[in-house]
Each structure stands twice: as C-alpha cells, then as structure tokens.
C-alpha cells in the first residue's frame, strides 16, 4: 500500500492575507490562535463576509460546520458568536468571530447555509442572541415557556420551580419544586462498626456461620 503523504490539513501560509484582501474593511482583526485562524469582522457586514470568504478563490470555505456562543459578561458587547468554516478543497478550517449583545441583531446567514437556521436557533436558546432574517427564531433545546438563557454566566443555577412532563396535559408542565423528605435521610455509620438493626434485604439471606462482628472502641477490656 503506497504512503499518503498528504497533510491532515493544509497549512495557515497566505490565508490571512488572502482573507485581509477579500474582506477589506469588513475585517477588524486576523490572528492564529491555537493553529486555527480567528477573524473578526464587523457584525453589520457579516453576510457579505462570509460571501466572499465562500466564494472568492483561493478560500473557498464552502461549509458552515458549527455555530457557537461565548458569553463575556464584563463587556460591554458582553457575547460573541462564532462561525467555524471548512474548506473541502483546501483542507483547511478558520473561525469568523462577531460581537454584540441582546439588543443587536446578528445578520443571518441562511441564505448562504440553510443549515444555520437551526444552529442560530440553537445560539438564540442558549444565550438570547438575536439573529435579523432569521423567519424561523424559535427555542430548540430547552422547553415550552422556558425563561431566561442557559449558557448565560449570569444564569442562575438553582430556581423554585421543576419541570416534567404531564400525561393529563400532553406536554411539559412546570410546578413548585417539592423534594421527597425520604430521600434526604442518610445513616452515615460504619459498616464496620456493626448496624445495630438488619438492613433491608438482608432478612431474606440465610445467615451463614462467621466470624464474630468486631468489638466496639469502648468495649476493648484494657
């Protein structure tokens, strides 16, 4: 079998110059980080960015592979939305990054992937970004009547109320949280002290000879 001596992936020679001369002003920012290339445009100019980062020689970045959200709340554009772009026919990936916050809408980009409706959904769920053509903006991971935005860092992490699903009403219902009382009784002795009561089950097994269960601390003749 012959040797592929092909990279796994292409190298970052020459790609942020080509992406400085296609996107002009629309870029603000170029840099490697991590071995990926990040850029970072201006939010207004998204589409027309990620057109010709698409469409111009040399880039060709045809696939939108993932969306993501990062919430940086001492900001004051406390969210930035991430595009991880793939090239197939140069092997090559880089990350577009925008900024804003929950007032400013992200231009969508659906009209280049219609696969982003539903990842810009998902960034909507989770952290309240807006997205401007978006005509299908809805949640997708949490629930019906959800409040609030998951991966914000300002979510709290405990709340009042639990959420099930209800048989009598066909769909997700929240109620007042109610914990079971018997299920917060714990017995924290050592087995090797020896229980002074049969734990339960064992009355069922039959009680084969042993060795003798240890003496307690305060039982020991000194």
């Known amino acids: 079998m012959a040797n592929n001596t092909a990279p796994r992936y292409a190298s970052n020679d020459g790609v942020i110059e080509a992406a400085q001369a296609a996107l002009g002003d629309m870029l603000i920012d170029a840099r490697v980080h991590v071995g990926e290339i990040a850029l970072h445009v201006r939010r207004d100019d998204l589409a027309s960015a990620m057109m010709q980062l698409r469409d111009t020689e040399g880039l060709e970045y045809q696939q939108l592979m993932e969306i993501a959200g990062v919430d940086y709340p001492e900001r004051e554009e406390r969210f930035e939305v991430v595009y991880c772009l793939l090239s197939l026919t140069r092997n090559h990936r880089l990350r577009v990054h925008v900024s804003t916050d929950d007032a400013h809408p992200v231009p969508t980009v659906t009209s280049l992937w219609p696969v982003a409706g539903w990842l810009e959904r998902e960034v909507f769920d989770m952290y309240g970004v807006l997205f401007a053509g978006n ?88």
């Open 135 to 222: 005509t299908d903006l809805r949640r997708i991971l949490t629930d019906y009547g959800f409040r609030g935005h998951p991966q914000r860092k300002d979510f709290p992490l405990s709340g009042y109320v639990e959420m099930r699903y209800s048989e009598e009403h066909k769909r997700v219902v929240y109620e007042p949280v109610s914990l079971a009382q018997d299920f917060r009784t714990f017995d924290f002795m050592s087995p090797w002290e020896g229980a002074e009561y049969v734990l339960p089950g064992d009355e069922k097994a039959p009680q084969a000879p042993g060795a003798p269960t240890p003496l307690k601390a305060d039982e020991v003749k000194k």
